[in-house]
């Protein structure tokens, strides 16, 4: 089958990855796929605000994301939506398997995550960029976490949609988040039908998808800790 684009269907689209792109940030990460840009930035472990939700026993997680106006072909309205909320907490839970928040009991640790340019697949960029963003910021994990969609175009299983594919009648959009080392999915969501068959034609795709997404983010950590070819050694 041919998409779209030219690409075969377990082609992912060009991909670029970047770790350390906001100053003030902790951590922080940018994630392009095809033209799907997501910048994300990560702030603590920090003291709790406001204090009555701090947790005794390990750090409490939160997230925001957000679509720029200038995101999307027509300007989409700023600030949160129905949308954006649940994609926060969808992003947050696809993350925190991998996290030791256990490390920093009674602190904070908050991710944003901006997409500034989206055509489809934005949730899982998100999540890509912020695990580069959360290991930049030093917090301790058990994995990196790497996401793709994968889904069913046309009854053909494939990986990466772009929106154009995402916008075929009966296409079904199926996001995946998976830690590499552990084998691992944190996030599997599907907005469609598809047979079983497909199902798991997809989701091998998408954990092909992942698995080279994984060796662009560690290639990304390399470039900002890699000083002529060594790796500088944690002095603390
Ligand atoms: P994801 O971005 O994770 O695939 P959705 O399935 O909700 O999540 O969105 C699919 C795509 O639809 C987005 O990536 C974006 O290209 C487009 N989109 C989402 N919300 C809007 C909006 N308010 N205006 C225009 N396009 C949008």
């Given at each position: ?60 997680i939160k997230c925001y994301y957000d679509m720029y ?59 890509t960029a912020a695990s580069m963003a959360l290991a ?101």
């Amino acid at each position: 089958m041919k998409r779209p684009d030219g690409r075969k269907p377990e082609d992912l689209r060009p991909m670029e990855a970047k770790v350390g792109v906001i100053e003030n940030a902790t951590g922080s990460a940018m994630f392009r796929i095809g033209n799907t840009i997501a910048i994300a930035g990560v702030y603590g472990p920090r003291e709790m605000h406001p204090k009555r939700l701090e947790d005794p026993e390990k750090s409490v997680i939160k997230c925001y994301y957000d679509m720029y106006s200038f995101s999307v072909p027509e300007r989409k309205r700023p600030g949160p939506d129905r949308r954006s909320i649940e994609l926060s907490m969808v992003i947050r839970n696809a993350l925190e398997p991998a996290i030791l928040t256990k490390e920093f009991p009674k602190s904070g640790i908050d991710i944003f995550v901006s997409i500034i340019q989206a055509d489809a697949g934005t949730r899982c960029a998100a999540i890509t960029a912020a695990s580069m963003a959360l290991a930049d910021a030093g917090i301790p994990m058990k994995d990196l976490v790497c996401a793709v969609a994968c889904g069913n175009v046309r009854d053909t299983a494939v990986a990466d949609l772009n929106k154009e594919e995402e916008d075929v009648e009966l296409t079904t959009d199926i996001p995946i988040a998976y830690m590499p080392r552990a084998k691992k999915i944190t996030l599997l969501q599907a907005d469609g039908d598809l047979t079983a068959e497909r199902f798991k034609e997809a989701l091998k795709l998408g954990i092909q998808g992942c698995e080279q997404i994984y060796e662009l983010q560690k290639k990304a950590l390399r470039e900002k800790y890699q000083v002529s070819g060594e790796m500088i050694e944690d002095k603390d």
